[in-house]
T-cell receptor
Framework: NAGVTQTPKFQVLKTGQSMTLQCAQD?????MYWYRQDPGMGLRLIYY???????DKGEVPNGYNVSRLNKREFSLRLESAAPSQTSVYFC??????????????FGPGTRLTVL | GEDVEQSLFLSVREGDSSVINCTYT??????LYWYKQEPGAGLQLLTY?????DMKQDQRLTVLLNKKDKHLSLRIADTQTGDSAIYFC???????????FGRGTSLIVHP
């Protein structure tokens, strides 16, 4: 099992460019998440998908859109990149059965720089 | 919602014990987690504790939970250089399956 995979690993964009970050999981998990990690800020939730066909905003959704393409894949799109979106982006997944510990499994991250 | 606070840095000597502390605000938190992030990698769950427990031990790791003070700690015995990483505390409130993460504590282990 590959777990959670993310592409690309690194990306440099110019202000105003668009791009899509891809995420896939092979654990048959129901829930998927996108976080951003900034120095001293910890992890902040951008969007999540509780199950296939649903998406919801997290703490910092502005400037982003998501698509839950199927149960395996959850993509994050930046329509018009801004320097404030320079960050490390992590995708995660979890099984989300009720009453469980709901461990999240994380991908290796995408390091994005917006110039 | 939940707010989770932890100190940003901890430096210890190899072989000593490390104690990483965390406080949270939501008394209805059901699960409290410790995740580890090694350089250049994603987070990985180290251990978690359910709110009806006071302590959990797993090999070199000991988690202590003080519900009255809303304080969580992670003790690593016989700390090794391979334990150098960022450690995130996270809490999950009752009714939500999404954890709130602290800012992370960078543990530096020196010889």
């Amino acid at each position: 099992n590959a777990g959670v995979t993310q592409t690309p690993k690194f990306q440099v964009l110019k202000t105003g460019q668009s791009m899509t970050l891809q995420c896939a999981q092979d654990m048959n998990h129901n829930s998927m998440y996108w976080y951003r990690q900034d120095p001293g800020m910890g992890l902040r939730l951008i969007y999540y998908s509780a199950s296939e066909g649903t998406t919801d905003k997290g703490e910092v959704p502005n400037g982003y859109n998501v698509s839950r393409l199927n149960k395996r894949e959850f993509s994050l799109r930046l329509e018009s990149a801004a320097p404030s979106q320079t960050s490390v982006y992590f995708c995660a997944s979890s099984d989300h059965p009720s009453g469980s510990d709901n461990e999240q499994f994380f991908g290796p991250g995408t390091r994005l720089t917006v110039l | 919602g939940e707010d989770v606070e932890q100190s940003l840095f901890l430096s210890v000597r190899e072989g000593d014990s490390s104690v990483i502390n965390c406080t949270y605000t939501d008394s209805s938190s059901t699960y409290l987690y410790w995740y580890k992030q090694e350089p250049g990698a994603g987070l990985q769950l180290l251990t978690y504790i359910f709110s009806n427990m006071d302590m959990k031990q797993d090999q070199r790791l000991t988690v202590l939970l003080n519900k009255k003070d809303k304080h969580l700690s992670l003790r690593i015995a016989d700390t090794q250089t391979g334990d150098s990483a960022i450690y995130f505390c996270a809490g999950r409130s009752g009714g939500s399956y999404i954890p709130t993460f602290g800012r992370g504590t960078s543990l530096i282990v020196h010889p």
